[in-house]
């Protein structure tokens, strides 16, 4: 992956509108679960938010993650090869690979009717402990290691 100084204008508005969608997507979750319910007995549920903001988050994931490998990001902070920044890029790809999951397999339980709504719900809320983790760590890095790992997620270069 290629390595730059800084995100783009575009990166940083999809990383906030994508961590507030799926804030939402976590707090309208019920909602989700109450439109299955009328789905397995039969009938439609009609529009429900969380389905629309689980698809939208799909979508801008995968915005995200073409513009990651084609633009690339900048390094991790820390020297090259240390734990800090092995950390940093496993958490990364774990993020990824949840904002990727979650959805798909709500997409798999509310479109195929494949029983896998524990799992998107273990998912979601392993997402949230691991962004949970993510966010506290750029404070971390901010206010603590004053490195300016937040301000590169605030302002494009």
Known sequence: ???????????????W?????????????EGGKAAMKVVEKGGTAGFVPHVAIGLAILALVVT??????GRGTPAA?????????????????LIYLLMLAVPLGGLCTYFL???????HELGANVLMVVILGHALMALYHQYVLKDG????MMRPE
């Open 17 to 29: 509108l994508v961590a507030i969608l799926i804030v939402v997507a976590w707090f309208t979750g």
């Open 64 to 69: 995200r993650l073409l513009l990651r490998l």
């Open 113 to 119: 009717g494949l029983d896998v709504g524990d799992l």
């Open 149 to 152: 790992v937040l301000s590169r």
């Open 1 to 15: 992956m290629k390595t730059t100084t800084g995100y783009s204008g575009i990166q940083i508005s999809l990383h």
């Open 77 to 93: 902070p820390g020297e090259p090869g240390s734990l800090a920044v092995l950390a940093s890029d496993w958490g990364h790809r």
